[in-house]
């Protein structure tokens, strides 16, 4: 009877396995899901095959680079292993197909004038005078301040901000850590401006999700995408990387880079710097901060210029 069953009830059978292991899953659980709803949507029953799992990795995003299709796969790679032990018609794929997945794919970084038009078309949006204009430009308009991630946006309640400290909570996020999160005034007049609007619109209190929807649910994560890729298709933008479209998570590698490039620009020592933002995103190390660093042309022109000085006096002190 296994051969009859839907693909999303083996993902969601695997899913609840793995996370009873200790396992979270959450983006690898969102893409399996993914997938699974693809093959349903063509009416798939039975083992998975390679044809399948290649057809969603590559058939979904054809312009996508071969790290992306690796990454993936190396997604899929473990379900199907699983699978193969209840049944055995299950065909794994060479997960080395596509090559490296961890391999770095060049992000969109938004320039200043880019992320000011887009919380300029989100204040724009219908309904006027309702909710969602500002719920767009202001939760956009965080991820741009403060580099978070967009699924510590949507989790966000009442009670994680405070205003008078000019700090927020993220509870609970990546690696289960919270951690504390300052804030610059304007990023807390902005918070300000939207709480005193969403109050007319959904119930408040300590527990409330900051971000949430007509209905008062919390904002979800599809919702949020979808009115991106909107306003993403209004601006008419040009990608900048090696991705097709500028994606939300590149405000995140937007604000690293800009963070540095400010640094420098004061004269502030980076190295030292760094653990104090490698812990203001969240991330478990400074390596994974470092990852997020693109050679934008601001930062390469003081990157040569720096070394333009550091060569110029090696070689004075060489001939002194």
């Avoid at 990454?71 to 055995?88: C, E, M, V």
């Amino acid at each position: 009877m296994t051969s009859q069953r839907s693909m999303q009830s083996l993902v969601q059978e695997y899913l609840e396995a793995r996370r009873r292991c200790g396992f979270a899953l959450a983006s690898p659980g969102f893409q399996l899901m993914a997938f699974a709803r693809f093959a349903d949507q063509l009416g798939h029953r039975g083992p998975l095959t390679q044809r399948l799992i290649l057809d969603w990795v590559q058939g979904q995003r054809p312009s996508a680079p071969r790290a992306a299709w690796a990454a993936r796969l190396k997604i899929i790679g473990p379900f199907a292993k699983y699978r193969a032990r209840f049944d055995s018609r299950t065909e794994i794929p060479d997960l080395r197909m596509f090559g490296k997945a961890s391999m770095r794919i060049t992000p969109h970084i938004f320039t200043e004038q880019e992320i000011v038009d887009l919380l300029a078309a989100a204040r724009a949006m219908r309904p006027r005078g309702r909710l969602r204009p500002v719920l767009y430009e202001t939760l956009f308009g965080l991820l741009a301040a403060t580099g978070l991630r967009i699924s510590e946006a949507l989790q966000l309640r009442y009670a994680d901000i405070d205003p008078v400290q000019g700090t927020l909570t993220v509870r609970q996020s990546k690696f289960a850590k919270s951690r504390l999160v300052p804030l610059h005034p304007t990023v807390c007049e902005a918070l300000q401006r939207y709480t005193a609007v969403r109050q007319l619109f959904a119930p408040v209190s300590p527990e409330a999700f900051l971000f949430v929807s007509r209905s008062g649910a919390r904002l979800s994560r599809n919702t949020t995408l979808s009115v991106f890729k909107q306003l993403r298709a209004d601006l008419k933008w040009t990608a900048r990387g090696d991705r097709a479209l500028p994606r939300i998570h590149d405000l995140r590698h937007t604000f690293i880079c800009r963070r540095i490039l400010r640094w420098y620009q004061q004269g502030v020592d980076v190295d030292n710097r760094m653990p104090a933002l490698s812990t203001y995103v969240g991330h478990a190390c400074v390596s994974c901060t470092y990852w997020y660093l693109t050679g934008i042309p601001e930062l390469m022109t003081v990157a040569a210029k720096n070394f333009e000085q550091f060569a110029d006096k090696s070689r004075k002190e060489r001939y002194a």
